[in-house]
């Protein structure tokens, strides 16, 4: 009885008048309602310890400046899905998704779900001038929103274990733990560290595949409409996000019904079959149409047909051996070792100190991968989380469970079958512990309670002791996994890498200087971390140490090495001007040579005009020599890009006001020389488009952090 019912202590005296009954129930529901509170307080306060370095990594991370509207390519895809939608369509516009679309019926589609596009539509109807900045909102709102259902499974699990029994203080402190682990010691903050539209499907997956979970342990205990008409909305928005959580809610929202039809839940309940049935059936057939409307099939993805395929010679490969397909039970040795290894971090005297494993994760037992990146382990990061989420397993499926833990069975089937996204693809990467999180923050929930229920009654002393385990365990979790989302991703831009670097000469045990390597030319690949100086500080490189042998065009450009800092001789902002619209060209304008190299600026179709990387020294496809479109009827003002020809990398990146438009490899060393117009003679007509070189401040100590490092060496 101690499990459902209130545990109180008599202080009465002996031979003193008990309470009446309603008094009793009076102080058993006023104990009820202070443990209530004690949970809430406890559960927000561990939310709110990781919210500032979750904001931090959401909107600065190493940039040096606050940005709530950050955001980092791709990132616009789902605002370009929200506008076709506007349109009566789902395809977005030819050559605006770059290699990620997938042609069919003559049309491009993105292969990401529909859900966060829907949720932008009522900003985007109102203006343009968010569209590609509502990335990082959007992951904001899906951390908050992991937060809320995160803590009502748990409270609901609690409820439906123990009933009434009231909430200590170690408890609840336990619980707080719990969700500071939650939103602060998994993936789950890994994924505000890069605001891009990767990260934020599964930042929406997690909490919807939360809350469908919630809303369908709900009906099992209590059905009711108003509950179905929630679990519709939950199952069907979490298969318009992304298909493997997707389906895992169809799943549990079958198995549901199927407990009910069965009068597991009463025999006056079974009217209840139907209905959940229903909500599962409503959502995949929904998702079907998606995918059919976009693909021309039902389920999946048809490979083939994405342009990456048809640029990259190894995903050709990857496709042939496995039969066309990118999943495969052949996958799992590699999958499940790369994400559940007990060792699968670096430990290193350089800030931050925990690091992802310095190579890629393996490919075992003669398995093809398409992509393979560093990948810390679950296991290791987050050892709370996998410890009592494994409690919570046993707990529900050993015979004779707790309360009505029972019912969470066909949930943790569902759940599991959510984990088919990362075990099954050919994919390795870190923000694939996504898929893992909706069965690992249910099965946590039990755990823990069921951890606190066999601690009732034992001394205090042994329950601070449970505590203070469990309260290193939560710091150690969200230390790790902020040290892992603050380390380098290709993403990154010269400023964010150089930020980092002054941070780990300030903050390590260890000297940065004496693991900086100098050579002539810069390797292909270096462990990730590797500070690299090329020659005399021509330039300084941080390794990620992702692997582009499977990318040739990225291998040759050195496409695993950040740029902290490089010769201010390498790079030029050249500005053009439309004095006649475009179409008044007849051929290309030369912006600037590099030896052989040329880059010019040509007509992309009516009104459009880009820029062309022309005698680059290779002919692999990818990545472009051709950058993106603009509008060439802005006349008379000019127009400015950033070029750097970086001989150290072998490449050319060119930067239209912050954003990257082009980069491509360049053979040789130059030189660079931009083709500046000259100016018309007085009365004759000048040229379509004029260049001109605009000149730029150089820094003071350009090189100033690599000579700190290497010293005279």
């Known amino acids: 009885m101690a499990d459902t019912a209130i545990i109180t202590r008599d202080t009465e005296p002996a031979g003193a008048e008990r309470p009446s009954a309603p008094a009793r129930h009076a102080r058993q529901r006023t104990e009820y309602q202070i443990g209530r509170r004690r949970f ?173 979970l919630l809303v369908l342990l709900g009906m099992m205990e209590r059905p009711s409409w108003g509950r179905v008409a929630s679990s519709g909305v939950l199952v069907l928005s979490a298969n318009l996000d992304r298909t493997p959580t997707g389906y895992a809610c169809v799943i549990g929202a079958v198995l549901v019904a199927g407990w009910f039809a069965l009068g597991k839940g009463g025999s006056d309940n079974k009217r209840w079959a139907w209905p959940i049935a229903g909500v599962g059936a409503f959502a995949f057939l929904v998702s079907c149409a998606v995918t059919y409307a976009k693909f021309g099939i039902p389920v999946g993805l048809p490979m083939a047909d994405q342009i990456w395929t048809t640029v990259n010679a190894h995903r050709r490969y990857f496709l042939a051996a496995n039969g066309g397909k990118a999943f495969s039970f052949g996958f799992i040795p590699s999958t499940l070792w790369a994400y559940l290894q007990p060792f699968g971090i670096h430990l290193s005297g350089l800030f931050p100190y925990i690091t992802p494993p310095t190579a890629p994760a393996a490919q075992l037992d003669g398995a093809v991968l398409d992509q393979f990146y560093p990948t810390a382990s679950f296991t290791a990061t987050s050892p709370l989380l996998f410890l009592v989420g494994i409690w919570g397993l046993v707990t529900a499926f050993r015979p004779g469970p707790i309360g009505k833990i029972a019912a969470t069975r066909i949930l943790l089937i569902a759940a599991v079958a959510g984990t088919s996204g990362v075990l099954l693809w050919g994919y390795i990467s870190q923000r694939y512990l996504g898929d893992l999180m909706p069965l690992v923050i249910l099965a946590c929930g039990i755990g823990m309670v069921d951890i606190w229920r066999r601690l009732d009654g034992r001394s205090r002393r042994g329950r601070r002791r449970v505590l203070g385990a469990i309260g290193v365990l939560a710091a150690y979790c969200v230390a790790a996994n902020i040290a892992i989302a603050l380390w380098p991703v290709s993403q990154w831009t010269s400023t964010q890498a150089a930020n980092f670097v002054s941070a780990q000469r300030l903050f390590s045990v260890e000297s940065a200087g004496a693991h900086t390597r100098t050579g002539a030319t810069l390797p292909y690949w270096a462990p990730a971390g590797q500070l690299f100086a090329v020659g005399h500080c021509s330039g300084l490189y941080l390794s990620t140490g992702n692997t582009m042998v499977n990318v040739p065009g990225q291998q040759i450009q050195h496409y695993t090495w950040l740029t902290v800092e490089h010769s201010p001789r390498f790079t030029r902002t050249i500005g053009f001007t439309f004095n006649r619209p475009g179409r008044d060209l007849t051929g290309p304008v030369t912006l600037m040579t590099y030896g052989r190299a040329t880059l010019v600026l040509t007509t992309a179709g009516p009104g459009l005009a880009h820029l062309v990387i022309e005698h680059s020294g290779t002919g692999i496809p990818w990545p472009s020599a051709v950058g993106w479109s603009f509008p060439d009827t802005l006349l008379h003002e000019q127009l400015q890009v950033r070029v750097t020809t970086d001989p150290n990398l072998n490449s050319i990146a060119v930067t239209w006001y912050g954003s990257e438009m082009l980069n491509h490899y360049l053979a040789g060393t130059g030189p660079a020389v931009v083709h500046v117009t000259p100016a018309a003679a007085p009365g004759t007509e000048g040229p379509v488009v004029s260049v001109a070189q605009v000149p730029m401040r150089a820094p003071a100590d350009p090189m100033g952090l690599c000579h700190t490092l290497v010293g005279n060496r």
Do not use: C
Not at 135 to 144: C, D, F, G, H, Q
């Open 40 to 212: 809430v307080v406890a559960v927000l306060v561990g939310i709110v310890v990781v919210v500032p370095p979750m904001l931090w990594l959401l909107w600065d991370l190493w940039n040096g400046s606050v940005n709530p509207l950050r955001a980092v390519p791709y990132d616009n895809f789902y605002d370009m899905q929200a506008r076709a939608i506007f349109h009566g369509h789902l395809y977005l516009p030819i050559g605006k998704e770059g290699i990620e679309a997938f042609r069919h019926n003559g049309h491009q589609y993105t292969y990401f779900g529909l859900f966060p596009s829907i949720i932008r539509m009522p900003v985007l109807l109102v203006t343009s001038s968010l569209d590609g900045k509502l990335t990082a909102p959007s992951i904001l709102l899906a951390w908050m929103a992991t937060a809320l259902s995160s803590s009502l499974l748990v409270w609901r699990i609690r409820f439906m274990a123990r009933g009434e029994a009231v909430v200590g203080r170690a408890e609840a402190a336990a619980y707080g733990a719990l969700m500071a682990t939650i939103m602060g010691g998994s993936v789950v903050i890994f994924l505000a560290a890069t605001p891009f539209v990767y990260n934020e499907d599964f930042a929406w997956s997690i909490p919807l595949t939360v809350g469908s």
